[in-house]
């Protein structure tokens, strides 16, 4: 999984870089084709794997001399708050979730990368946070879910979740169990893409003709919301967090602009599923060769010269750094976020910085071309 929609706050996250070897602890199946993985963090990396709902730790797999990283947001079971969880979903053959769902054992060994991301509940007591997840979205929202109804008694938590089928949801137990615990401030609405449901509403896609009818049926009508921004009852501010496929995500930001929301009160994560078409920057297209990128990483600053055929600055500045932190490499995670410090960087298209990040100057290196024949990254800032 990749994120992540922003807060319009800047906060610069934890940029903590290396990998570290951590113990599996448990595989439990999830339904058909997913686990969750719980790790064993030793004492003396406590501190360096503490985790705020809606982060998201990097995995390094490297099967047959190859490497591959995949990102997935840390899930820990509601009552277990500082617990490393992740809930990896198979998705198709090959790579690091198949293994995962079919060899990875308690006493493995996983490398990761420190808990990272900015999709994080607004800091707003006595809100009402309005969660809308796709398949393995649930896995921050589920977390911040319980962060919000733990933390802070005053607020009200309402979930739509959409799934494949009654089968596939996923976590659906844990769900079940918080919404008992917290029944008067908890709500879950469940639909269902792949299966009929007694109320027509409930079965298909989420999309944002759809999108006002489901929420009105949580509670969180956005006819009022448009004039507000809180429920008409209780007077809550209320925000909106959606965590999914880009179909999804785009679907939920399209028809909660179009009922009057405002952009600042709805933040997103994406996913990659592998089923989507996302378009590298073209081959054929080489970024600057000649160019110069200086990047500062963990505190040491290197540079690297842009080659014929680089499309992005992440290439060249992988040469020099293979540390560098990334993820997706589709401008969809955030994992390789930096600061631009020098020179003109542009980017096609992205998901993972909100506008005050773009504002402050941060760039995507997976994504980000030079402009300019000398440009800087600074990766800790
Ligand atoms: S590696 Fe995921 S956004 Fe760049």
Do not use: N
């Not at 708050?81 to 990896?88: F, M, P, Q």
């Not at 060769?289 to 290439?315: F, H, K, Q």
């Not at 390789?336 to 998901?351: F, H, N, S």
């Amino acid at each position: 999984m990749g994120s992540v929609g922003r807060p319009a706050a800047v906060a610069a996250p934890a940029r903590t870089a290396g990998w570290h070897r951590l113990p599996v602890a448990r595989v439990e199946p999830l339904g058909d084709d997913a686990v969750a993985v719980t790790l064993d963090v030793p004492e003396p990396l406590a501190g360096t794997f503490a985790h705020r709902a809606g982060q998201h730790v990097t995995v390094r797999h490297r099967p047959d001399g190859r490497e591959i990283r995949r990102s997935y947001s840390v899930c820990p079971p509601p009552g277990e708050r500082d617990c490393l969880r992740l809930v990896v979903k198979r998705l198709g053959a090959g790579g690091f979730a198949e293994y995962a769902t079919t060899r990875l054992a308690r006493g493995d060994v996983l490398e990761l990368a420190p808990p990272k991301g900015d999709f994080r509940l607004a800091e707003q007591p006595g809100a009402h946070h309005v969660l809308i997840a796709g398949g393995s979205g649930i896995t921050p929202l589920l977390s911040m879910a319980a962060a919000a109804l733990r933390d802070d008694p005053h607020s009200r938590v309402s979930l739509l979740y959409a799934s494949r089928a009654s089968g596939s949801v996923l976590l659906a137990d844990e769900l079940a169990d918080l919404k008992d615990a917290h029944l008067e401030r908890f709500h879950v609405l469940h639909l269902l893409s792949r299966e009929a449901r007694e109320a027509e509403l409930l079965s298909g896609r989420i999309d944002a003709g759809r999108l006002p009818k489901l929420l009105a049926l949580l509670g969180a009508d956005t006819d009022a919301v448009a004039d507000t921004d809180a429920d008409t009852d209780t007077g809550r501010e209320r925000w909106f967090y959606a965590c999914g496929p880009r179909g999804l995500v785009e679907a939920v930001r399209q028809g909660l602009a179009a009922a009057g929301v405002q952009p600042a009160r709805v933040r997103f994560e994406l996913f990659t599923t592998g089923g989507e078409a996302w378009e590298p920057p073209a081959r054929d297209h080489p970024a600057r060769p000649g160019g110069r990128v200086t990047a500062r990483l963990a505190g040491r600053t290197s540079t690297a010269a842009m080659e014929p055929g680089d499309r992005v600055v992440l290439e060249a500045v992988l040469r020099a750094r293979p540390e560098t932190p990334y993820s997706c490499r589709d401008g969809l995670c955030g994992t390789c976020r930096a600061k631009v410090t020098a020179g003109v960087l542009t980017m096609d298209r992205q998901y993972a910085l909100g506008e005050a990040e773009l504002a402050a100057g941060y760039t995507l290196a997976c994504r980000a071309r030079p402009e300019t024949d000398e440009v800087g990254l600074d990766f800790d800032a």
